[in-house]
């Protein structure tokens, strides 16, 4: 399987506090992407990594990818009570997606 | 202006029904696809569309099949429901198979 898996499972923290979510996945890839999901709702797309980039930014978002330990990390900084939600990562291979499990994140006000 | 839209939002059936999802997407992109979100969250593709051509076709049940009438829409058709079809069916577009996806909000089936 070429399915992306994201660690934690689970992730709890205050708000403020920064979150940290990890990514590893099985086989090359031409670029990764970040998802959000709300609660009962559609993912919603966060960030898009290329396979030649180490490190992106995006407003209190930061993801990195490491190719040769097949990796990524999504940080959230100053987090809200707003980023409530469950994160997924994305590999594109073959024509296609494949996500991962997801960190389901809950940020305490 | 809702980019991805499906209806119904839910669906709840008996086991042997034959029930359709439709789906619909105004941003013009040339890809659709149908996902199957489990209760662990686990998000499979089902199919792809490109151009009304089926592109990609995962190992599903022939129960299921996707109708695209045109590019804008990708309706999915499921005959004899099963208590394992239950699930949450996500409606998803792109402009290219590699570029970012813009999902619907989501289709929970529930069959009894």
């Known amino acids: 399987s070429q399915q992306g898996e994201e660690d934690p499972q689970a992730l709890s923290i205050q708000e403020g506090e920064n979150a940290t979510m990890n990514c590893s996945y099985k086989?090359?890839?031409?670029?990764l992407q970040w998802y959000r999901q709300n609660s009962g709702r559609g993912l919603v797309h966060l960030i898009l990594?290329?396979?030649?980039?180490r490190e992106k930014h995006s407003g209190r978002l930061r993801v990195t990818l490491d190719t040769s330990k097949k990796s990524s990390s999504l940080l959230i900084t100053a987090s809200r009570a707003a980023d409530t939600a469950s994160y997924f990562c994305?590999?594109?291979?073959?024509?296609?997606?494949?996500f991962g499990t997801g960190t389901s994140l809950t940020v305490i006000p | 202006d809702t980019a991805v839209s499906q209806t119904p939002k839910y669906l709840v059936t008996q086991m042997g029904n034959d029930k359709s999802i439709k789906c619909e997407q105004n941003?013009?992109?040339?890809?659709m696809y149908w996902y199957k979100q489990d209760s662990k969250k686990f998000l499979k593709i089902m199919f792809s569309?490109?151009?009304?051509?089926?592109?990609i076709n995962e190992t599903v049940p022939n129960r299921f099949s996707p109708k695209s009438p045109d590019k804008a829409h990708l309706n999915l058709h499921i005959n004899s429901l099963e208590l394992g079809d239950s699930a949450v069916y996500f409606c998803?577009?792109?402009?290219?198979?590699?570029?970012?996806?813009?999902f619907g909000n989501g289709t929970r089936l529930t069959v009894t």
């Open positions: 086989t090359s890839i031409n670029n």
């Open positions: 998803a577009s792109s402009q290219t198979y590699n570029s970012p996806l813009h």
């Open positions: 569309y490109n151009n009304k051509e089926l592109i």
């Open positions: 994305a590999t594109d291979a073959e024509n296609q997606f494949y």
């Open positions: 990594i290329r396979s030649n980039e």
């Open positions: 941003l013009g992109h040339d890809t």
